[in-house]
T-cell receptor
Framework: QKEVEQNSGPLSVPEGAIASLNCTYS??????FFWYRQYSGKSPELIMS????GDKEDGRFTAQLNKASQYVSLLIRDSQPSDSATYLC??????????FGGGTRLMVKP | EADIYQTPRYLVIGTGKKITLECSQT?????MYWYQQDPGMELHLIHY???????EKGDLSSESTVSRIRTEHFPLTLESARPSHTSQYLC?????????????FGEGSRLTVL
């Protein structure tokens, strides 16, 4: 079992819809959780970080964390074609190493 | 704004050549990393450093080597490049003084070995 798991996709949503991206992790001692967006051929860029259970909202993005279920998600409201990218979940373990999931490719269709 | 720079951005070389990919950051971060990523594939950690004179190998075995003589500089070297080394190499940094936990990435160095 991989330490950080994501569905590789592609996840296809129509423009204006809510895109829901999910991530599970195996290390119960993990403390910090991050979502990165990576456009094709570019480097990853941080879009959200979350450290405690619950929801964290930033503009059209909402990160959700449930440590009991070892689950973190990213919701993108009013999805735009420019949101089409690969979204990487990253988890910082108790040992302070950051582990990336394989990424979910999101396609937003006009 | 993240300030981490990689050179060259693109490099095409012949088999057997020695290459060095440069990475510098101006944020004073103590931790630096090298990742390898093929198109459409996962990020793989190949080297990391938690400070000056400290280097460790990552999860993916790599024939490359790294050094960390100065806090801001973390070059990666391939002594004899082969076509199997063709990939994108991403440098990243994190840690003090901001210590927010996230990684800041450079723009990457795309290496093609003929």
């Amino acid at each position: 079992q991989k330490e950080v798991e994501q569905n590789s996709g592609p996840l296809s949503v129509p423009e204006g819809a809510i895109a829901s991206l999910n991530c599970t992790y195996s290390d119960r001692g993990s403390q910090s959780f991050f979502w990165y967006r990576q456009y094709s051929g570019k480097s990853p860029e941080l879009i959200m970080s979350i450290y405690s259970n619950g929801d964290k909202e930033d503009g059209r993005f909402t990160a959700q964390l449930n440590k009991a279920s070892q689950y973190v998600s990213l919701l993108i409201r009013d999805s735009q074609p420019s949101d089409s990218a690969t979204y990487l979940c990253a988890v910082r373990s108790a040992g302070n190493m950051l582990t990336f999931g394989g990424g979910t490719r999101l396609m937003v269709k006009p | 704004e993240a300030d981490i720079y990689q050179t060259p951005r693109y490099l095409v070389i012949g088999t057997g050549k020695k290459i060095t990919l440069e990475c510098s950051q101006t944020m004073g971060h103590d931790k630096m990393y090298w990742y390898q990523q093929d198109p459409g594939m996962e990020l793989h950690l190949i080297h990391y450093s938690y400070g000056v004179n400290s280097t460790e190998k990552g999860d993916l075995s790599s024939e490359s080597t790294v050094s960390r003589i100065r806090t801001e500089h973390f070059p990666l070297t391939l002594e004899s490049a082969r076509p199997s080394h063709t990939s994108q190499y991403l440098c990243a940094s994190s840690g003090r003084p901001s210590n927010t936990g996230e990684l800041f990435f450079g723009e990457g160095s795309r290496l093609t070995v003929l």
